[in-house]
Each structure stands twice: as structure tokens, then as C-alpha cells.
């Protein structure tokens, strides 16, 4: 439940060495190297430094090789279940199927698939161009199908301009009543048209030229070039039909040969993993510090890992020298969160703020069930918890990765939502009187009904709840880093008022004699006054002290007062869920008679709801989580650590297990 | 006259100002957010184009405006359950005077428009708040 205590490891060795022990440092998974060569200016860079660029340009070269052929495969993979597509699962190798694999890398089959990959995926792409070019080819010509004669005989005789062109539809008439008037011989065959345009061939006179040609550019004629050589339009057509069935074929035929290359998707995408380990080897060499037979890795093991990567290392080689120590105080170590419980999917959501520094304490305890009670309020309803449990349940068995830990966040998530659901008399959004007898005695709280009121009040007393605490760890953690005059003079008496705030409330309601409450009042300005005298400690003047302790009061009521409130959204999405889910079954009611009138009801019903569900969970979520990052956490958390990631093999698409483990589920 | 008669009528009705009020709660309060999330979403889904890592992260901030809206609901909430909810609901609704209905809407009138100025003016912070660089979360501290 803590931040893991973290050693800083220096690791002395002869170049020989270095291959060998980056390779094993990364099988071991233990150490955050950190990057020494960071600050440093830019030097000229030495050969071997270049040599290192040049090797990890020609991986990186290969990955993205590798990258584009395994993004073509996929499209002709069989296709994935919805659920599976939507979950993205990824591949799941033995270890010895792994690293039989990588043997091959050498041998450089994957080049071959690849560059197959890459010919096909070029052919096909020529095909596309080319079609699309046969495409417009067929429109344009289509508008002249009945231009009965070759094309290579339409054009100028020995005293005649033939030519063929399309003219504006709105000037067409105009144009030949015009050209009548001018009494120049022009003939114009109409091939075709369109709403807007005639097609045809204009033929004058070549003496009439100098005239016609003004008239007809001045009505919006110009001329065409058919993208055809030599034959008849019709001809032309069909032999573009053809080509284009011929492409289709073809293009079957490519989808075909990658369909079968693509069952070398899996083997491509652990070459791909296996080529990112040795671009991580080879990338990680850059944070070395190196002299001319030695160099030097310096990072951050965990402190119970020191003495099993020391033995390790110590075993293997001789000419290594291996120093580890405490963080400095001016250390920042990363950070490693170790929680192993029930709380330990709600990590997510403290990573959604921010993991905390290495010197605070880890929060997420704190918010797990808050957070998942919230949950429950935002949809107070036990049936949509059920769903939401159950849904979870079967995905997070499916998931590897982050997405398990928000499913394993749900499933708690809806189990609370059940609990809440089941006290205030929520299920499916039923009204209350029409519930179960079962169901209605374990109902304590209506907010439907007449215990709206009861259960703002309730809801504000939870956020009352988180508020106080928030400032009790606050005063947990100042005890903690032995801030006493912090936890007893600032952090105590807020946290002991607040607390009497709460009684005197409960005084006042209850029949308790008014000096009870004279005293619990007395003892709350007690407490204010402490805050006045004692918040503005540090300023040197009584004025400033005192003004600054006055401010501080102040603030701490305000602020306090508006987190509370600020609680009253989960009344409102609670409600809000509560009221959608009633409106979905009366409307579903409504339809309820004949036959097709159930149908209805029940699309109504199924589809309604599931909305209902998502909307509301997403805003519960959302809702929920700022209530923990901007009421809580403000009380006592900073967050900002760096994650602990140590060096170690990252996969993008496989993941291996043991072989035990595989032939055990086997 | 009878449209006099019938207008008198409804005006004298405290009840018909203080559901006004409540109208006013849920609309300005919910106008506010809906402006102030549109803000929020259109930078954070800009800012995601470069990072889509912080989608959850974005999802908060988006979200953050969105608080006046739900305050304008439990206030409108509370008016309407005091008037129509309540156990003695019949009695209030017939004997609500003008003055106390007037009271009503003015007390509403408070979350109605500072909801909607300030969920304006918060979601253009956030909007800038989302423009920072990453781990920006902890600036939430500030609003």
C-alpha cells in the first residue's frame, strides 16, 4: 500500500561486456536505467556513437517495413468476433514459439513475406489507379455513345472545319438562330445531352472560320478531345467494360495471394516484437556513460530486488562492479506503485491524475471505495449494476493489460452500484410500488418518492464524509514527514471541527440540552481560533500573522462548504438515471397490446435502457473521478512521480507466457 | 374579458413564477455548460490529435463545466419539490401567493445566471488548460 522504496544501482564493466549485460538486463526486468548522457551538450559525435545511429536507423527502418506489411495482412485476416475485434486481444506465444521465432529473424524469411507483401500491395494499387482512370474514361465517353463514327474520321477535310464540342443547354437555341441571322453555313449534330449541355459535332465551311468560330465561343461552345485514339465510341465502351472485369479478377487474385500470406501475420508481428527488443537494446546503449574500455549504467532497482540483481550479476561476470545506495534528498526516483488487494484496479484512476512523487503516499486506497460507492449513486439502480458487474466480469477474464483494470474497477464499480441500487429501491428503473415485497422491505431510502429530501441530506453527509477525510490524511501524512507543527496547529483543529460541526448538527436536530451544544460550539471557535493565531506562523509581524490566519479560516469554510455541495451532482445523476429509466418504461408500457406492439415495447425496453446504462456510467465515471481529483485529492495530494518502467522487453502485438503456464491451461 | 379574466388568473398564481424560476435554473444554468463544454471538448479533442494517451485525462477536463448545469437541476429540483412533491403538495400549490412565488424565482435566479456566465468562463480556463503541456491534470488545483 505504499510506493516502493528505490536504491540507485551503478554498474561498472569492460566494454566487452556490454552486449551481453544489456541483453541481460533486460531479460531481468528490474532496473529504470536513467539517461546519464541527458544533460550534456551536444558533442561531435564519436564513430562509435554514429555506428550505434546508423544500426538503430536500419531497425527502425526494418520496423516500419515490418509495420506497413502487417497493417496490409490484417485487412485479410478472418474476420475477428465483434467482441474480440472491439477488445483488440493480442497474440499469445509459449516462450520456446517466441524465441524459435526470433532464431528465424537472422535467416531473414520475414524480408521475403515483406517484400511479396509490398508487390502485391503495389499491384494492387496500380490496379485501383488504373481503374479509376478507365472510370472517368467511361463517363466522359458515355455522353457521346451515339457518335456512330471512328473517332480517327472525325476531323478537317480539305475545305471544311469538323469538330466535336459541347455547348451550354441555355445558349443552344440562341446560338442557331443567331448563326441563321449571320448567314454562315454551320451544321451541328446533336450526339447527345444532358440538362445542362449538348453534345455534338460542329462542321463549317474553313472560309467561314474567321466568323463562326467568335459566334460560337461567345455562345459557351468548346471543343473536346475524347480521351479515345482511334475506333468507335460504343467500341471503346465495351472494351473498357471488359478491362475493368478483367481488373476485378485480378484484383480477387491479389486479394487471394495475400489472404494466404496473411497466415504469416502472427510470425510478423513477433519479428516486429523481437526487432523492438533489439532496438531497445541498442537505443538504451545511448544513456551509457562510456570511457575507452569501461562504461557505466546507472539506475533505480527496487529496493527488495538490490540483493537478487546483484547475485545475478555478480554471478555471470567478474569484471563487473556493481554500487547501490540510497536516494539522495535531492533524488526524484520513479515511482512503482504497489498495491496487491482489492484497491488495486482504482490505480487507474490515480494515474488518470497523476502518479504520486516518491515521497508521498499512494492514494488510491483512499479513493477505491469512495469511488466505487459513487459509482453506485451516480445510477443507483441494482439492476444496472448487475449488468454492469457481469459485463465486466466476462470482459476483464478476456483482457490483458489497462483495459483488465477498468474492467476489474467495473466489477467492484457494479457490485456497489448493486448495494446502492437494492437501498434505494432502484431495479430497471420500476416504480416503487409496483416492486416485490422482498425488494421493497430492503429499500431504506426512496429518492423517487418522498425520500428525496433524505437522500440529498444522506448525499451530502457522504460528501461531508470525503471532505473531512481528506483533510485527516492530510494531517496523517504531515505526521508522517514529521511536519508536527503543520499536523497539530493546522491540519488537527480543522479536523477535530469538523467533527464537532457534524455533532452540533445532530445536537441541535435531537431533543440535547442547549448547553451540549453551547459547548460543542465553544469548542469549534476554540478551533478557529487556533487556525487565526497559529496558520500565519511564519510571517514575522502580529498583523500579518493574524490576517493571514483570518485568511486561512476563511478559506478552509468556504472551501469546504463548496466541496460539500459540490457532492450534490451525485444526487442529480442519480436521480436523473432513475427518472430516464422510469420514462423508457412507461414509453415501453405505451406500446404494450398486440403482438408487434410487445415487439416494440421490448426493442424500447432493451435499447432504452442500454443507453440509459451508458450514458449514465460514462457520467458517473467522469463525475466520480473528479470528484476524488478536485475535492480530495486538492486536500493533501500532489502527485507528478515519474512511473518506474524498467528496462525490459515491450511488445506490441505478442505476449508470451511460460510454457508451464500454457500447457497448464491446455 | 375573458382573456383578461384568464391571464389574471394565471399571473396571480404564485406558482406560475415560481416554476418560471426553476425554468430559469435548469435553462441558463444548462445554456452555461453546454457552451462551456463545447470549449473544453473542441481543444481537448484538438490536444488528443497529438496525444491520444490522455483520453481519460481529457475526459475530466471536458467534463468540468458541466458542474453548473447539475447545480441548475438540484436547484429547479428542490423548487419542484417543494411545490408538487411534497406531502402537503395540493395545499402549497393552491395557496402559493405571488409574493411567495416571486420569492421562489428570485431565489433561483442566482444559480441560473452566475451558472451560466461562470461555466462560460470556465470552460475558456480549461480550454487553455488543456493546451499545456502533459500531466497538465494537476493544474486542476488552480481552478
Known amino acids: 500500500m505504499a510506493v516502493s522504496q528505490m536504491r540507485r544501482a551503478q554498474i561498472f564493466a569492460h566494454s566487452s561486456h556490454r552486449a551481453s549485460l544489456i541483453k541481460d538486463l533486460q531479460d531481468m526486468e528490474i532496473i529504470h536505467i536513467n539517461n546519464l548522457n541527458d544533460q550534456e551538450e551536444p558533442t561531435i559525435e564519436a564513430p562509435t556513437e554514429s555506428e550505434t545511429r546508423k544500426i538503430i536507423r536500419g531497425i527502425q527502418n526494418d520496423l516500419s517495413f515490418l509495420q506497413s506489411t502487417i497493417d496490409y495482412l490484417s485487412g485479410f485476416e478472418e474476420k475477428k468476433g465483434f467482441l474480440a475485434g472491439f477488445l483488440g486481444s493480442s497474440l499469445v506465444l509459449s516462450k520456446q514459439e517466441y524465441s524459435d521465432i526470433s532464431k528465424d529473424v537472422a535467416h531473414g524469411e520475414w524480408r521475403t513475406i515483406c517484400g511479396d507483401c509490398q508487390t502485391l500491395e503495389d499491384q494492387s494499387a496500380t490496379l485501383i489507379s488504373r481503374e479509376a482512370r478507365l472510370r472517368s474514361d467511361r463517363e466522359n465517353l458515355s455522353l457521346w455513345a451515339r457518335l456512330d463514327v471512328p473517332i480517327e474520321d472525325i476531323g478537317n477535310t480539305e475545305k471544311t472545319v469538323v469538330q466535336i464540342g459541347v455547348i451550354p443547354a441555355s445558349t443552344y437555341e440562341s446560338l442557331f438562330s443567331d448563326l441563321r441571322e449571320s448567314e454562315i453555313d454551320v451544321i451541328f449534330e446533336k450526339v447527345g445531352e444532358t440538362k445542362t449541355e449538348v453534345y455534338g459535332i460542329v462542321i463549317f465551311l474553313m472560309d467561314d472560320e474567321q466568323e463562326a468560330m467568335p459566334i460560337l465561343n461567345r455562345y459557351g461552345f468548346s471543343v473536346v478531345s475524347l480521351p479515345l485514339a482511334s475506333g468507335k465510341v460504343m467500341d471503346r465502351l465495351k472494351q473498357i467494360d471488359e478491362e475493368i472485369a478483367q481488373m476485378a479478377i485480378q484484383r480477387a487474385e491479389i486479394a487471394k495471394k495475400s489472404a494466404q500470406l496473411a497466415v504469416n501475420g502472427s510470425k510478423l508481428m513477433a519479428v516486429y516484437d523481437h526487432m523492438s527488443e533489439l532496438l531497445r537494446q541498442e537505443e538504451i546503449r545511448e544513456s551509457f556513460l562510456n570511457t575507452d574500455h569501461t562504461f557505466m549504467v546507472e539506475g533505480w532497482v527496487r529496493k527488495k530486488d538490490v540483493k537478487k540483481f546483484e547475485d545475478a550479476l555478480a554471478k555471470k561476470y567478474e569484471e563487473v562492479e556493481i554500487i547501490s545506495s540510497e536516494p539522495t534528498a535531492d533524488d526524484e526516483p520513479p515511482v512503482d506503485l504497489e498495491i496487491r488487494g482489492p484497491a488495486d484496479p482504482f490505480q487507474m484512476v490515480t494515474r488518470l491524475y497523476g502518479i504520486p512523487n516518491y515521497r508521498e503516499i499512494d492514494p488510491t486506497p483512499f479513493i477505491a471505495p469512495f469511488f466505487a460507492f459513487f459509482f453506485g449513486i451516480c445510477l443507483t439502480d441494482a439492476g444496472y449494476g448487475f449488468v454492469i458487474a457481469l459485463i465486466a466480469f466476462f470482459a476483464a477474464r478476456k483482457m490483458t493489460g489497462g483495459s483488465k483494470n477498468l474492467f476489474r474497477l467495473l466489477i467492484v464499480a457494479g457490485m456497489a452500484t448493486v448495494v446502492v441500487g437494492a437501498v434505494t429501491g432502484g431495479w430497471f428503473g420500476i416504480s416503487g410500488d409496483k416492486l416485490p415485497g422482498f425488494l421493497k422491505s430492503i429499500r431504506l431510502l426512496d429518492p423517487q418518492g418522498s425520500g428525496q429530501m433524505n437522500f440529498l441530506v444522506a448525499i451530502l453527509a457522504i460528501g461531508f464524509v470525503q471532505v473531512w477525510f481528506g483533510f485527516f490524511v492530510k494531517f496523517y501524512v504531515d505526521i508522517r514527514d514529521k511536519d508536527l507543527a503543520a499536523a497539530f496547529l493546522d491540519d488537527l483543529p480543522w479536523v477535530i471541527a469538523m467533527i464537532l460541526i457534524a455533532v452540533t448538527g445532530f445536537l441541535a436536530m435531537s431533543d440535547a440540552p442547549t448547553s451540549a451544544v453551547m459547548i460543542a460550539v465553544a469548542a469549534i471557535i476554540l478551533c478557529c481560533l487556533i487556525i487565526i493565531i497559529f496558520a500565519g506562523r511564519e510571517s514575522g509581524n502580529l498583523v500579518g500573522r493574524l490576517g493571514t490566519g483570518g485568511f486561512e479560516l476563511y478559506s478552509k469554510i468556504t472551501g469546504t462548504f463548496g466541496d460539500v455541495l459540490s457532492y450534490l451532482r451525485l444526487f442529480a445523476l442519480g436521480l436523473a438515471t432513475g427518472i430516464i429509466a422510469g420514462v423508457v418504461n412507461t414509453m415501453a408500457g405505451m406500446m404494450w397490446g398486440s403482438l408487434l406492439g410487445k415487439f416494440v415495447a421490448i426493442g424500447i425496453l432493451i435499447g432504452g435502457h442500454l443507453f440509459n446504462l451508458v450514458i449514465n456510467a460514462l457520467g458517473g465515471f467522469i463525475h466520480t473521478a473528479r470528484l476524488q481529483f478536485v475535492e480530495f485529492f486538492t486536500k493533501f495530494y500532489e502527485g507528478g512521480g515519474e512511473e518506474f518502467r524498467p528496462f525490459r522487453r515491450e511488445h506490441t502485438y505478442v505476449t508470451v507466457v511460460d510454457a508451464d503456464n500454457s500447457q497448464g491451461s491446455k | ?143
Open chain 2, 1 to 143: 374579458m375573458q382573456l383578461g379574466e384568464f391571464l389574471a388568473a394565471i399571473f396571480n398564481s404564485g406558482m406560475v413564477y415560481a416554476v418560471m424560476g426553476a425554468a430559469a435554473a435548469v435553462i441558463l444554468s444548462g445554456i452555461g455548460s453546454a457552451i462551456g463544454i463545447g470549449y473544453t471538448a473542441s481543444a481537448s479533442a484538438g490536444v488528443m490529435t497529438e496525444d491520444p494517451k490522455g483520453f481519460g485525462k481529457y475526459l475530466i477536463l471536458v467534463a468540468l463545466p458541466g458542474t453548473q448545469g447539475i447545480y441548475g437541476f438540484v436547484a429547479a429540483f428542490l423548487v419542484i419539490m417543494k411545490l408538487f412533491l411534497a406531502e402537503n403538495a395540493a395545499a402549497v400549490a393552491q395557496n402559493i401567493t405571488t409574493a411567495q412565488g416571486l420569492q421562489v424565482m428570485y431565489a433561483c435566479l442566482p444559480i441560473a445566471f452566475a451558472g451560466l456566465v461562470s461555466a462560460i468562463h470556465q470552460g475558456k480556463v480549461v480550454q487553455r488548460v488543456s493546451l499545456l503541456p502533459p500531466n497538465s491534470l494537476r493544474s486542476l488545483e488552480k481552478l
